[in-house]
């Protein structure tokens, strides 16, 4: 059952929270920031270890990049496509994900990676838990825009139920605590045209990878 908290947060599970809109007023140097970590590092489909293409193109910035290839899942220092080290953060990438964190009591985030996922129509993410940081204390901090998603969030087990969440832009989702590990995927991307993105979904996740 979704509820509202005293400042109007939708929680979603145990520690888990929507913060719905959180981003609407920032939306234009959010996106510039977005398309000028891009040209540094630019999207690509990475493998997954099964040998997989993955649907969702990735890239990173911050200190800690998240990358997958054939050897396994892992944060990087460097990109493995150009052979340098990330793009530095924005500074207002960090500030809004360390403000939407601190609004729901996490007042200790201070993400070290930033990992931006961009969907096209079609494209998906299978139920996964976020597992390859060191200390799970920390919480996730994500931003989406562009087109909507459909969100399954479930439990510490993968068979467990799963609630389906309407993620749109401005949207920021934060989540940690009991519910850190907790399964999760976005459905296939339907067709549409956002008006600043067009076809397509980015979402930006903020972690304190070590
Ligand atoms: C996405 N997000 O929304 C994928 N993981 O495109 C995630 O996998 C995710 O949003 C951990 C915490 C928040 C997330
Ligand atoms: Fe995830």
């Not at 999207?43 to 998240?66: E, F, I, K, Q």
């Not at 990109?79 to 080290?85: A, E, G, K, L």
């Not at 087990?157 to 590990?181: C, N, T, Y």
């Amino acid at each position: 059952m979704l509820f509202s908290d005293e400042e109007n947060n939708i929680v979603i599970a145990e520690d888990a929270y929507l913060l719905k809109g959180f981003l609407l007023g920032q939306g234009e140097p959010l996106l510039l920031a977005l398309s000028n970590v891009i040209l540094q590092a630019p999207l690509r489909h990475m493998v997954t270890p099964g040998g997989y293409n993955m649907s969702v193109a990735m890239t990173n910035c911050g200190d800690w990049g998240w990358v997958t290839d054939e050897t396994g899942y892992r944060y990087s220092l460097r990109d493995p496509v150009t052979n340098n080290p990330w793009p530095v953060m924005p500074e207002i990438f960090k500030k809004l994900a360390i403000d939407a964190a601190k609004s729901v009591g996490f007042n200790h985030f201070e993400p070290d990676a930033c990992l931006i996922n961009q969907y096209s129509v079609g494209s998906k993410l299978s139920l996964h838990q976020d597992k390859d940081e060191v200390d799970f204390s920390h919480p996730i901090v994500s931003f989406s825009f562009g087109l909507p998603a459909m969100f399954d969030f479930g439990g510490i087990k993968r068979e467990m139920p799963k609630i389906a969440i309407l993620l749109e832009h401005g949207d920021v989702l934060v989540w940690g605590g009991r519910s850190r590990l907790n399964f999760h995927g976005v459905r296939s991307i339907k067709a549409g045209e956002h008006p600043l993105l067009g076809p397509f979904r980015f979402n930006i996740t903020f972690r304190c990878s070590h």
